[in-house]
């Protein structure tokens, strides 16, 4: 499992703590930026993560911002991409057993550290439930294919 893992200059300081999370449990990780606090715009870092997943580069990616909406937002846009902007560890575990997640997005600006590292591992450590919710993600591929020119 290797994962992708990106911020924006809102994101970047829980970015750097997450990926010493992320080295402490022994999971393998490629950053895509920012690499400092400077500005940067948010959907250039989600295009890098999601496009990494999508490429089969990563097997799923993290991405934070202030908020987690504008990077979740961005990331979503790229068809193939469920990005689940979660700040509880009840919504981290059920977008991994219903949605099959491939993106975990997370606000710096609204939530502690401390919590952001279990909803990562809650996140990691969760299985797609497949069955019904696997009919239900089939359709929101279908709803790519329908509105999602590319
Ligand atoms: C940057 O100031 C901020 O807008 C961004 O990190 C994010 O919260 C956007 O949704």
Redesign the pocket.
Known sequence: MKLAIGS????FRLKEDIKEFLAEEGFAFEDFGTRSPE?VD?PDIAEKVAGAVLAGRCDKGILI???????S?AANKLPGIRAALCHDTFSAKATREHNDSNILAM???VIGFGLAREIVRTWLGTQFAGGRHAVRVGKIGELESKYISR
């Open positions: 924006d200059h809102g994101g500005s948010y911002c202030g908020t987690g909406i504008g990077i937002i606000g710096e600006r």
